[in-house]
């Protein structure tokens, strides 16, 4: 496993790290879950991301229960807030930062949070009062490093503005080769002003390890089937794009990769990006996807595939 720094944090993080959406404390049974984050941890992954609102705190303490006996110095635990965790726990406001900053170290286990994401940036609340409680929270202790995910990059330069404030050191964007939208601004404004990214859904949910056949009913055991896990992934099973990764698949070969990890190599052929978070239901997929970190790819092929999924989604 290669590591990369995380924008101006002394963080050193896995190039492929471990997600826990849908999957952890919720779609996918525990026993395979704890196997997937224990392989993580033998390969020598060091990030492991959640969010509050992943099975409304059951991924956190999923993963508290499933650390607890993990040296704290062999992981890096990063966690999230903003969405709807009841009625009225919501955005980013101080009570919120300071509210559910505290719920997620119970869940978690731990004393400090290493980077503590905002999920969405939250029109509700002034860019000032969201900064300096999160500011607060770093000097408190209970949190080293902050960062966002899917804010518009105006709303990072506000509160890259804020007088006193802490620093963002990563942004947490949906990046893949299906998804290329960051490389407009928040790449560009990132790469100026300390901050990596730490993607999402870097294989499209699972769709860019090419096992959605374009004629065939999805594999059973797999996200588009499950009731829990399937509700987001629509959007990539279309035709169009099912055949052009089909259409990936003698370029992976002539990388000596799976699809799979072309999707992942392509990922991380961008310096900006410091790490791809894959999600995993099973413990040979992070095996798999782990091994993409440090793949050499001919950019002759990562062009041809860039061809030839622009064209399927103007299709799409
Ligand atoms: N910030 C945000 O708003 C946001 C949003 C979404 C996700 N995230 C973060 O990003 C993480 C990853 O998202 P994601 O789960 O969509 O990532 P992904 O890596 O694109 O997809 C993961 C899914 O693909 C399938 N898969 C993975 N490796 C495979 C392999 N080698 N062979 C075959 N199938 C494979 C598995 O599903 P099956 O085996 O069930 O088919 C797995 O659960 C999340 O856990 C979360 O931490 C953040």
């Given at each position: 496993m290669r590591y990369r720094q995380l924008g101006s944090s002394d963080l050193q993080v896995s190039e492929i790290s471990l997600g826990s959406w849908l999957t952890y404390g919720v779609g996918v049974d525990a026993e395979n879950a704890a196997a997937c984050v224990h392989r993580a941890l033998d390969l020598g992954i060091?990030?492991?991301?959640?969010?509050n609102i992943y099975g409304r705190g059951?991924?956190?303490?999923?993963?508290?229960?499933?650390?607890?006996?993990?040296?704290?110095?062999?992981?890096?635990?990063?966690?999230?807030?903003?969405?709807?965790?009841?009625?009225?726990?919501?955005?980013?406001?101080?009570?919120?930062v300071e509210k559910q900053l505290d719920a997620s170290l119970k869940r978690?286990?731990?004393?400090?949070?290493?980077?503590?994401?905002?999920?969405?940036?939250?029109?509700?609340?002034?860019?000032?009062?969201?900064?300096?409680?999160?500011?607060?929270?770093?000097?408190?202790?209970?949190?080293?490093?902050?960062?966002?995910?899917?804010?518009?990059?105006?709303?990072v330069r506000e509160a890259m503005a804020v007088g006193g404030a802490e620093k963002f050191v990563s942004s947490q964007p949906q990046y893949s080769l299906?998804?290329?939208q960051p490389e407009r601004?928040?790449?560009?404004?990132?790469?100026?002003?300390?901050?990596?990214q730490?993607?999402?859904s870097p294989l499209a949910q699972g769709v860019l390890t090419g096992k959605y056949a374009p004629d065939a009913p999805p594999p059973p055991g797999t996200r588009a089937t499950s009731?829990?896990?399937?509700?987001w992934i629509d959007r990539w099973m279309q035709r169009p794009v099912l055949e052009a990764v089909q259409r990936l698949k003698p370029l992976a070969a002539e990388?000596?990769?799976?699809?799979?990890?072309?999707?992942?190599?392509?990922?991380?052929?961008?310096?900006?990006?410091?790490?791809?978070?894959?999600?995993?239901?099973r413990p040979a997929q992070v095996e798999e996807n782990a091994a993409a970190s440090g793949a050499q790819v001919d950019p002759a092929l990562f062009a041809e595939a860039e061809r030839i999924v622009g064209e399927a989604l103007g299709r799409a």
């Amino acid at each position: 496993m290669r590591y990369r720094q995380l924008g101006s944090s002394d963080l050193q993080v896995s190039e492929i790290s471990l997600g826990s959406w849908l999957t952890y404390g919720v779609g996918v049974d525990a026993e395979n879950a704890a196997a997937c984050v224990h392989r993580a941890l033998d390969l020598g992954i060091n990030l492991i991301d959640t969010a509050n609102i992943y099975g409304r705190g059951a991924a956190e303490s999923f993963l508290g229960a499933v650390l607890s006996g993990v040296p704290r110095s062999k992981y890096i635990i990063a966690t999230k807030l903003f969405f709807p965790m009841t009625e009225t726990d919501r955005g980013l406001s101080r009570a919120q930062v300071e509210k559910q900053l505290d719920a997620s170290l119970k869940r978690l286990r731990v004393d400090v949070i290493d980077l503590y994401q905002c999920h969405r940036h939250d029109p509700d609340t002034s860019i000032d009062e969201t900064m300096l409680a999160l500011t607060d929270a770093v000097k408190a202790g209970k949190v080293r490093y902050l960062g966002f995910s899917e804010w518009p990059a105006d709303r990072v330069r506000e509160a890259m503005a804020v007088g006193g404030a802490e620093k963002f050191v990563s942004s947490q964007p949906q990046y893949s080769l299906l998804w290329r939208q960051p490389e407009r601004e928040i790449i560009p404004l990132s790469r100026d002003n300390g901050i990596s990214q730490i993607v999402w859904s870097p294989l499209a949910q699972g769709v860019l390890t090419g096992k959605y056949a374009p004629d065939a009913p999805p594999p059973p055991g797999t996200r588009a089937t499950s009731e829990e896990m399937g509700g987001w992934i629509d959007r990539w099973m279309q035709r169009p794009v099912l055949e052009a990764v089909q259409r990936l698949k003698p370029l992976a070969a002539e990388a000596r990769l799976t699809l799979g990890q072309l999707a992942l190599a392509w990922v991380l052929k961008e310096p900006n990006v410091a790490s791809a978070i894959i999600g995993a239901s099973r413990p040979a997929q992070v095996e798999e996807n782990a091994a993409a970190s440090g793949a050499q790819v001919d950019p002759a092929l990562f062009a041809e595939a860039e061809r030839i999924v622009g064209e399927a989604l103007g299709r799409a």
